[in-house]
């Protein structure tokens, strides 16, 4: 199975911020990566598909790159609707594998 | 508009088998797949498995033995089944449509329905 390590675990940031979380695929997966966030008692909503693509409806200020293996979101000047838990996926071979996700909260 | 639901039992006994029901609409189960993820509270998703648009399936390895995904397209529905369920089966279980092949996601998900597991 192929492993995302997603970091850091919990994130705390001020308004305004940028903010990015990453995650190492254990091999490459190609584009086959997408972020979600959830907040409490929700679904996971889709930020990002296909590694740097932005979902439809989603703000601008989220966005997503790729160097390699590693996968990044990055968040511009942080708002106080974006604290949840962002997680990432990897579609590239089954079973899709999640991150471990990443709770990001305002200082 | 896109939705999915999945429906099913909230409680189920230890060893039972546990059957879940993902009713999809606005858009065609021989057009897109759609995998069943489930979450532990307070921990992070799993993806269980996938019925394919053509009808293929595939698991999670680590569930493999106890899980089954079948289909009925004319009720546009998506069925789960997993026996020999324990209290670590316990969690929210949800249905997304897969849009892998232009865009690589679960593009939408359903609202979940809780299981819990006890006797």
């Known amino acids: 199975d192929i492993q995302m390590t997603q970091s850091p675990a919990s994130l705390s940031a001020s308004l305004e911020e940028i903010v990015t979380i990453t995650c190492q695929a254990s091999q490459d997966i190609g584009n086959y990566l997408s972020w979600y966030q959830q907040k409490p008692g929700k679904s996971p909503q889709l930020l990002i598909h296909s590694a740097t693509s932005l979902a439809d409806g989603v703000p601008s200020r989220f966005s997503g790159s790729r160097s390699g293996t590693q996968y990044s979101l990055k968040i511009n000047r942080l708002q106080v609707e974006d604290t949840g838990i962002y997680y990432c996926l990897q579609h590239y071979s089954a079973p899709d594998t999640f991150g471990a996700g990443t709770k990001l909260e305002l200082k | 508009q896109v939705q999915l639901k999945e429906s099913g039992p909230g409680l189920v006994q230890p060893s039972e088998t546990l059957s879940l029901t993902c009713t999809v609409s606005?858009?065609?189960?021989?057009?897109?797949?759609v995998s069943w993820v489930r979450q532990p509270s307070g921990k992070g998703p799993e993806w269980m498995g996938r019925?394919?648009?053509?009808?293929?399936?595939a698991y999670n390895s680590a569930l493999k033995s106890r899980l089954s995904i079948s289909r009925d397209t004319s009720k546009n529905q998506v069925f789960l089944k997993m026996n020999s369920l324990q209290t670590d089966d316990t969690g929210t279980y949800y249905c997304t449509r897969d849009h892998l092949d232009t865009e690589a996601a679960f593009d939408y998900w359903g609202q979940g329905v809780m299981v819990t597991v006890s006797s």
């Open positions: 606005g858009f065609s189960l021989t057009s897109y797949s």
């Open positions: 019925m394919w648009y053509d009808g293929d399936t």
